[in-house]
């Protein structure tokens, strides 16, 4: 199976940037769609971006959308996400796992996840 961590996170004001990164382990890394995810207390973890095995494609929720970049590097097993013009309301833990579309929703399809990453935006 393959594991997870995340890191990149942290502290920043509104409008500022982030860049958090994903590293995988795992010999079918470059097999599969991956995406980003966020959860924050008393909320449901929901869908951020995805990008394909490729890298050739990739998929926002509308809330990211030009703001937000999806990229990997299968050399190095790394999944990217770009996040500029941050709003406290990005404010969460961003997680990333192997990604299945399934109709228009975007669903993790990895068993196991990493620690995360604390993203917090101050206003």
């Known amino acids: 199976q393959v594991q997870l961590v995340e890191s990149g996170g942290g502290l920043v004001q509104a409008g500022g940037s982030l860049r958090l990164s994903c590293a995988a382990s795992?010999?079918?890394?470059?097999?599969?769609?991956m995406g980003w995810f966020r959860q924050t207390l008393g909320k449901e973890r929901e869908f951020v971006a995805a990008i394909s095995w490729s890298g050739d494609s990739t998929y926002y929720t509308d809330s990211v959308k030009g703001r937000f970049t999806i990229t990997r590097d299968n050399a190095k097993n790394t999944v990217y996400l770009q996040m500029n013009s941050l709003k406290p309301e990005d404010t969460a833990v961003y997680y990333c796992?192997?990604?299945?579309?399934?109709?228009?929703?975007?669903?993790?399809?990895?068993?196991?996840w990493g620690q995360g990453t604390q993203v917090t935006v101050s206003s």
């Open positions: 796992n192997l990604a299945s579309q399934r109709g228009s929703s975007w669903y993790p399809r990895g068993d196991y």
């Open positions: 795992g010999r079918t890394f470059s097999l599969y769609n």
